[in-house]
Protein backbone atom coordinates (compact mmCIF):
# COMPACT_ATOMS: atom_id res chain seq x y z
CA UNK A 1 0.00 0.00 0.00
CA UNK A 2 1.88 3.21 -1.15
CA UNK A 3 1.92 6.06 1.34
CA UNK A 4 -0.09 9.31 0.52
CA UNK A 5 1.84 12.55 -0.81
CA UNK A 6 2.25 14.94 1.00
CA UNK A 7 0.81 18.27 -0.14
CA UNK A 8 4.02 20.66 -0.13
CA UNK A 9 4.57 24.43 -0.62
CA UNK A 10 5.68 23.66 -4.26
CA UNK A 11 2.19 21.97 -4.78
CA UNK A 12 0.67 25.32 -4.05
CA UNK A 13 2.38 28.13 -5.01
CA UNK A 14 5.18 28.62 -7.88
CA UNK A 15 7.25 30.84 -5.51
CA UNK A 16 10.47 29.99 -4.23
CA UNK A 17 11.56 31.46 -1.05
CA UNK A 18 14.09 34.10 -2.03
CA UNK A 19 16.16 34.52 1.65
CA UNK A 20 17.12 32.05 4.44
CA UNK A 21 14.32 33.77 6.16
CA UNK A 22 11.76 33.22 3.86
CA UNK A 23 12.85 29.49 3.77
CA UNK A 24 12.64 29.19 7.93
CA UNK A 25 9.45 30.59 7.50
CA UNK A 26 7.82 28.18 5.54
CA UNK A 27 9.97 25.38 7.53
CA UNK A 28 7.97 26.62 10.67
CA UNK A 29 4.41 26.56 8.73
CA UNK A 30 4.78 23.02 7.17
CA UNK A 31 7.11 21.47 9.70
CA UNK A 32 3.71 19.03 10.96
CA UNK A 33 3.28 18.39 7.61
CA UNK A 34 7.12 16.91 6.80
CA UNK A 35 8.08 13.49 7.74
CA UNK A 36 10.20 12.21 10.39
CA UNK A 37 13.39 12.39 8.37
CA UNK A 38 12.78 15.79 6.39
CA UNK A 39 11.96 17.32 9.85
CA UNK A 40 15.42 15.68 11.12
CA UNK A 41 17.00 18.03 7.70
CA UNK A 42 14.62 20.81 9.35
CA UNK A 43 16.04 21.10 12.43
CA UNK A 44 19.44 20.62 11.37
CA UNK A 45 19.27 23.70 8.87
CA UNK A 46 17.41 26.19 11.51
CA UNK A 47 19.94 25.05 13.75
CA UNK A 48 23.03 25.31 11.88
CA UNK A 49 22.99 27.77 9.17
CA UNK A 50 26.71 28.88 9.27
CA UNK A 51 27.63 25.66 7.96
CA UNK A 52 25.12 25.22 5.00
CA UNK A 53 26.79 27.47 2.15
CA UNK A 54 30.17 26.06 2.97
CA UNK A 55 29.55 22.43 3.31
CA UNK A 56 28.87 19.33 0.69
CA UNK A 57 26.32 17.58 -0.07
CA UNK A 58 27.27 14.51 1.66
CA UNK A 59 29.49 16.57 4.57
CA UNK A 60 25.55 17.99 5.82
CA UNK A 61 23.97 14.62 5.38
CA UNK A 62 26.69 13.54 7.59
CA UNK A 63 26.38 16.20 9.96
CA UNK A 64 22.46 15.87 10.14
CA UNK A 65 22.55 12.58 10.19
CA UNK A 66 20.56 11.42 7.43
CA UNK A 67 21.15 9.95 3.61
CA UNK A 68 22.06 12.97 1.21
CA UNK A 69 18.97 11.68 -0.88
CA UNK A 70 17.05 13.16 2.27
CA UNK A 71 18.05 16.41 1.70
CA UNK A 72 17.13 16.20 -1.87
CA UNK A 73 14.04 15.51 -1.13
CA UNK A 74 13.20 17.95 1.53
CA UNK A 75 14.63 20.95 -1.56
CA UNK A 76 12.08 18.98 -3.64
CA UNK A 77 9.62 19.86 -1.03
CA UNK A 78 10.19 23.03 -0.82
CA UNK A 79 10.26 23.27 -4.77
CA UNK A 80 13.98 23.27 -5.59
CA UNK A 81 15.30 21.52 -8.26
CA UNK A 82 18.14 20.12 -5.50
CA UNK A 83 19.54 20.81 -2.91
CA UNK A 84 22.21 23.12 -4.21
CA UNK A 85 19.22 25.58 -4.74
CA UNK A 86 18.86 25.88 -0.98
CA UNK A 87 22.56 26.32 -0.64
CA UNK A 88 22.45 29.08 -2.37
CA UNK A 89 20.03 31.22 -0.48
CA UNK A 90 22.89 30.81 2.29
CA UNK A 91 25.26 31.53 0.21
CA UNK A 92 23.77 35.10 -0.43
CA UNK A 93 23.39 35.91 3.24
CA UNK A 94 26.79 34.55 3.61
CA UNK A 95 28.29 37.55 1.01
CA UNK A 96 25.89 39.80 3.03
CA UNK A 97 27.74 38.94 6.42
CA UNK A 98 30.80 37.16 5.31
CA UNK A 99 33.41 38.08 8.62
CA UNK A 100 30.95 36.62 10.60
CA UNK A 101 30.24 33.35 8.93
CA UNK A 102 33.89 32.93 8.32
CA UNK A 103 34.71 33.70 12.17
CA UNK A 104 31.77 30.77 13.10
CA UNK A 105 33.25 28.55 10.72
CA UNK A 106 36.57 29.11 12.51
CA UNK A 107 36.01 28.70 15.40
CA UNK A 108 33.62 25.28 15.34
CA UNK A 109 36.84 24.29 13.54
CA UNK A 110 39.54 25.51 16.66
CA UNK A 111 36.80 24.03 19.12
CA UNK A 112 37.30 20.48 16.93
CA UNK A 113 40.79 20.89 17.31
CA UNK A 114 40.84 22.05 21.36
CA UNK A 115 38.73 18.82 21.73
CA UNK A 116 41.62 16.47 20.06
CA UNK A 117 43.65 16.95 23.24
CA UNK A 118 41.30 16.83 26.20
CA UNK A 119 44.23 15.13 28.83
CA UNK A 120 43.51 17.19 31.94
CA UNK A 121 47.10 18.85 32.05
CA UNK A 122 46.30 20.91 28.94
CA UNK A 123 43.15 21.70 29.84
CA UNK A 124 44.18 25.36 31.75
CA UNK A 125 41.86 27.96 33.29
CA UNK A 126 43.45 30.59 31.00
CA UNK A 127 42.93 27.95 27.96
CA UNK A 128 38.82 27.27 29.11
CA UNK A 129 38.96 30.86 29.28
CA UNK A 130 40.14 31.96 25.82
CA UNK A 131 37.15 28.94 24.68
CA UNK A 132 34.57 30.49 26.48
CA UNK A 133 35.32 34.33 25.49
CA UNK A 134 35.75 33.64 21.74
CA UNK A 135 32.60 31.43 21.66
CA UNK A 136 31.00 34.15 23.44
CA UNK A 137 31.62 36.87 21.37
CA UNK A 138 30.70 35.48 18.24
CA UNK A 139 27.19 34.35 19.87
CA UNK A 140 26.41 38.12 20.58
CA UNK A 141 27.59 39.73 17.09
CA UNK A 142 24.86 36.62 15.94
CA UNK A 143 22.51 38.01 18.18
CA UNK A 144 23.03 41.57 17.21
CA UNK A 145 23.13 40.68 13.71
CA UNK A 146 20.09 38.66 13.30
CA UNK A 147 17.64 40.30 15.96
CA UNK A 148 15.56 42.87 14.15
CA UNK A 149 14.62 46.42 15.27
CA UNK A 150 10.92 45.92 14.36
CA UNK A 151 10.98 43.11 16.73
CA UNK A 152 12.22 44.76 20.06
CA UNK A 153 10.38 48.00 19.02
CA UNK A 154 6.86 45.75 18.43
CA UNK A 155 7.99 43.57 22.20
CA UNK A 156 8.85 46.99 24.43
CA UNK A 157 6.22 48.44 23.41
CA UNK A 158 3.46 44.85 24.31
CA UNK A 159 5.68 45.39 27.93
CA UNK A 160 4.93 49.22 27.81
CA UNK A 161 1.20 48.45 27.79
CA UNK A 162 0.86 45.38 29.73
CA UNK A 163 -0.85 46.31 32.73
CA UNK A 164 1.03 43.15 34.41
CA UNK A 165 3.91 40.94 33.34
CA UNK A 166 4.47 37.02 34.28
CA UNK A 167 7.64 35.62 33.33
CA UNK A 168 8.96 31.89 32.90
CA UNK A 169 12.08 30.42 32.78
CA UNK A 170 12.70 27.46 34.20
CA UNK A 171 16.28 24.75 34.84
CA UNK A 172 19.17 26.82 32.29
CA UNK A 173 16.58 29.32 31.94
CA UNK A 174 15.78 30.60 35.54
CA UNK A 175 18.92 33.22 35.85
CA UNK A 176 17.19 34.82 32.96
CA UNK A 177 13.92 34.73 34.43
CA UNK A 178 14.85 36.19 37.89
CA UNK A 179 16.98 38.79 36.43
CA UNK A 180 13.90 39.75 34.47
CA UNK A 181 11.89 39.99 38.00
CA UNK A 182 14.58 41.72 39.55
CA UNK A 183 15.17 44.39 36.76
CA UNK A 184 11.12 45.05 35.64
CA UNK A 185 10.45 45.34 39.67
CA UNK A 186 13.10 48.21 40.20
CA UNK A 187 11.08 49.77 36.85
CA UNK A 188 7.87 49.73 39.25
CA UNK A 189 6.42 47.08 36.78
CA UNK A 190 4.34 44.83 38.33
CA UNK A 191 5.34 40.83 37.30
CA UNK A 192 5.25 37.57 38.49
CA UNK A 193 7.75 35.33 38.66
CA UNK A 194 5.85 31.63 37.58
CA UNK A 195 8.51 28.35 39.16
CA UNK A 196 6.50 25.48 38.79
CA UNK A 197 7.29 25.16 42.66
CA UNK A 198 4.38 22.50 44.15
CA UNK A 199 3.02 21.43 40.65
CA UNK A 200 1.26 25.52 40.88
CA UNK A 201 1.98 26.75 37.31
CA UNK A 202 -1.77 26.72 36.16
CA UNK A 203 -2.66 28.58 38.98
CA UNK A 204 0.24 31.07 38.94
CA UNK A 205 -0.82 31.42 34.95
CA UNK A 206 -4.06 31.92 35.62
CA UNK A 207 -5.09 35.36 36.46
CA UNK A 208 -2.85 36.07 33.01
CA UNK A 209 -5.66 38.12 30.93
CA UNK A 210 -6.24 40.13 27.61
CA UNK A 211 -4.24 42.93 29.89
CA UNK A 212 -1.09 40.96 30.44
CA UNK A 213 2.47 40.10 28.96
CA UNK A 214 4.25 36.72 29.12
CA UNK A 215 8.21 36.51 28.77
CA UNK A 216 8.69 32.99 28.32
CA UNK A 217 12.25 31.73 27.61
CA UNK A 218 12.51 28.46 27.06
CA UNK A 219 16.14 25.75 25.19
CA UNK A 220 16.08 22.63 24.25
CA UNK A 221 15.36 20.20 26.15
CA UNK A 222 11.91 22.80 26.27
CA UNK A 223 10.79 22.19 29.56
CA UNK A 224 6.87 20.83 30.04
CA UNK A 225 6.28 23.63 32.53
CA UNK A 226 6.99 26.27 30.34
CA UNK A 227 5.22 24.96 27.22
CA UNK A 228 2.03 24.75 29.29
CA UNK A 229 2.05 27.82 30.47
CA UNK A 230 2.41 29.62 27.45
CA UNK A 231 -0.39 27.45 26.18
CA UNK A 232 -2.74 28.73 28.95
CA UNK A 233 -1.79 31.99 28.79
CA UNK A 234 -2.46 32.06 24.86
CA UNK A 235 -5.87 30.60 25.32
CA UNK A 236 -6.19 33.41 28.13
CA UNK A 237 -5.57 35.92 25.75
CA UNK A 238 -2.37 37.19 27.25
CA UNK A 239 0.60 38.54 24.74
CA UNK A 240 3.29 35.95 24.43
CA UNK A 241 6.97 37.01 24.01
CA UNK A 242 9.21 33.63 23.55
CA UNK A 243 12.95 33.73 23.75
CA UNK A 244 14.19 30.46 22.55
CA UNK A 245 17.22 28.71 20.56
CA UNK A 246 15.05 27.81 17.37
CA UNK A 247 12.34 29.05 15.22
CA UNK A 248 11.22 25.11 15.42
CA UNK A 249 10.26 25.58 19.59
CA UNK A 250 6.70 23.88 19.54
CA UNK A 251 5.50 26.94 21.45
CA UNK A 252 7.00 29.58 18.17
CA UNK A 253 3.59 29.53 16.71
CA UNK A 254 1.82 30.82 19.97
CA UNK A 255 4.42 33.58 20.61
CA UNK A 256 3.13 37.09 19.25
CA UNK A 257 6.94 38.47 19.64
CA UNK A 258 9.42 35.58 19.00
CA UNK A 259 12.91 35.70 19.34
CA UNK A 260 15.53 33.09 18.36
CA UNK A 261 19.08 33.03 20.42
CA UNK A 262 21.91 31.31 19.17
CA UNK A 263 23.80 30.57 21.99
CA UNK A 264 27.81 29.58 22.20
CA UNK A 265 28.54 26.26 22.98
CA UNK A 266 31.55 25.07 24.80
CA UNK A 267 32.98 21.93 24.94
CA UNK A 268 29.31 20.57 26.01
CA UNK A 269 28.60 23.36 27.92
CA UNK A 270 26.06 26.23 26.85
CA UNK A 271 26.67 29.44 28.15
CA UNK A 272 23.50 32.49 28.91
CA UNK A 273 24.48 35.30 27.68
CA UNK A 274 23.15 36.22 24.48
CA UNK A 275 19.90 35.46 26.44
CA UNK A 276 20.94 37.66 29.57
CA UNK A 277 21.67 40.36 27.10
CA UNK A 278 18.61 40.45 25.24
CA UNK A 279 16.91 40.17 28.27
CA UNK A 280 18.93 43.57 29.87
CA UNK A 281 18.26 44.93 26.04
CA UNK A 282 14.22 44.86 26.46
CA UNK A 283 14.34 45.95 30.31
CA UNK A 284 16.05 48.90 29.33
CA UNK A 285 14.47 49.84 26.48
CA UNK A 286 11.03 49.45 28.83
CA UNK A 287 13.07 52.28 31.24
CA UNK A 288 13.73 54.95 28.44
CA UNK A 289 10.20 54.12 27.03
CA UNK A 290 8.23 54.66 30.00
CA UNK A 291 10.70 57.87 31.26
CA UNK A 292 10.23 59.55 27.91
CA UNK A 293 6.31 58.94 28.02
CA UNK A 294 7.17 60.84 31.57
CA UNK A 295 8.51 63.77 30.30
CA UNK A 296 6.20 64.09 27.61
CA UNK A 297 3.07 64.39 30.07
CA UNK A 298 2.13 68.11 30.39
CA UNK A 299 2.41 70.35 33.88
CA UNK A 300 -0.97 69.89 36.11
Known amino acids: MSKAKLASPAAMTSLLPES ?21 VAAWLVEHPQQVPLSTLAEIATEAG ?8 FANYFGFDGFSGIQKLYKSQLMEHPRNYRERISQLKQR ?14 ARLLEEFTEGNLLALELLRQQTLAATLEAAVQTLDMAGEVFLCGLRRMYPVATYFHYTLSHL ?18 SWAGKN ?16 EV ?3 AAEQGCKIILITDSELCPMATLADHLF ?28 YERQVALEMEPSP
Do not use: W
Open 260 to 287: VVREAEVRAFRAINSTLCLAQTLCVALG
Open 230 to 232: VRI
Open 112 to 125: KDNHADNTPDKLKP
Open 188 to 205: DVRCHLIDGNGGMEKEQI
Open 66 to 73: VHASTLVR
Open 20 to 40: VEGLHTLIVQHQDKLSARLKV
Open 212 to 227: SALIAITFTPYAPTTA
